[in-house]
């Protein structure tokens, strides 16, 4: 849906209730249809390693590992920083970990949320997350703050990007408090897109960073995580618990690769064609839009004479 020229774009119905709607390209399928392949729970297909391998290397860590969806990327990166009983970790109130994800951390992790308020532009004041962290000589009664969560971009705020210095900033405070830092970065090639800067400087600061392949890189499944190694060690048993080991994964992981190679420099158009998008929407009487909020893929709008809060699309 989303790469189309002039021509095409006046022909075609365009959907855009999602990123996630896209479908594979053709460059796409021949590749799924022509990947090498094994079995990924006994750690050896090719094409798995490979994108791992390409993701982390893209990200400046050390490993990476697929995992069928953002949400089990998201669970498995919060269990393994929190694999003490008694965690607690500091999410943003509008968080996708917090709204969107069945509260998966604490159903099957025993992970206890502390909520930070998000700012309209998707950041958390750095007090408040100082404020939330627990004191470790609280002694009996307080559960204790091993993890900060944060967003790029930032979903539930519209697509707003968090910049190097923010996410830098986090970062040390996590570091003084001897905290790990996740990055929910389902959208950190949109961001980093957005901002001008690489995706590797942009998540520097990160232990761990979940990336979806199936939102605007359009491939059909999955994410993949990345961090050090005995991080991604642990992550592979826990996928493995969570009934995410799968067989011949190659064929999933094909697409993502032809994804990496030929998408990420399409997401600027992506964004080109949101602003565009939002503009004409802002024109339309009773409809309004925040035009500074449309950074990335994402437009919403408000229908000012009905009582109907929010439509997302990309
Ligand atoms: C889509 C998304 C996820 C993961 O979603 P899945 O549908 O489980 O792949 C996580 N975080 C954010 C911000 C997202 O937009």
Redesign the pocket.
């Known amino acids: 849906m989303l790469y189309l020229d002039n021509a095409e774009m006046v022909r075609r119905v365009l959907d855009m209730r999602s990123d996630?709607v896209t479908k594979p390209t053709e460059a796409m399928r021949i590749a799924m249809a022509n990947a090498e392949v094994d079995d990924d729970v006994l750690g050896c297909d090719p094409t798995a390693f490979h994108l791992e391998t390409e993701m982390a290397r893209l990200m400046g860590k050390e490993a990476g590992l697929f995992v069928p969806?953002?949400?089990?990327?998201?669970l498995i990166s919060v269990l393994v920083h929190c694999d003490v009983r008694g965690s607690e970790v500091i999410l943003g109130d509008l968080?996708?970990?917090h709204i969107?994800?069945n509260g998966g951390i604490s159903t099957l992790g025993g992970v206890h949320p502390r909520l930070v308020k998000n700012n309209k532009d998707g950041t958390m004041d750095l007090d408040l997350i100082e404020a939330a962290i627990r004191d470790p000589k609280g002694g009996l009664y307080f559960p204790t703050t091993r993890l900060i969560c944060i967003?790029n971009?930032?979903?539930?705020s519209g697509g707003r990007c968090l910049n190097v210095e923010y996410t830098d900033k986090v970062g040390e405070l996590a570091k003084k408090h001897g905290l790990k830092l996740h990055l929910?970065g389902?959208?950190i090639f949109n961001a980093a897109t957005a901002l001008g800067v690489s995706v590797d400087r942009l998540v520097q600061a990160a232990d761990s960073v979940?990336v979806?392949l199936?939102?605007g890189l359009g491939a059909p499944v999955g994410?993949v995580i990345v961090g050090s190694k005995s991080f991604i060690t642990k992550a592979k048993a826990l996928r493995k618990t969570l009934g995410g080991g799968m067989r011949q994964i190659g064929i999933l992981c094909a697409a993502a690769l032809v994804a990496l190679q030929d998408n990420i420099t399409k997401l600027q158009d992506d964004h080109k064609n949101a602003k565009l998008l939002a503009g004409g929407l802002n024109e339309i009487t009773g409809l309004k839009v925040d035009m500074n909020s449309v950074e990335t893929n994402i437009v919403s709008f408000l229908q000012a004479s009905i009582n109907t809060p929010k439509i997302r699309g990309s």
């Open positions: 996630t969806s953002g949400t089990m990327g998201n968080s996708h970990i969107y994800e967003e971009s930032h979903a539930n929910d389902a959208r979940s979806c199936s939102k994410s």
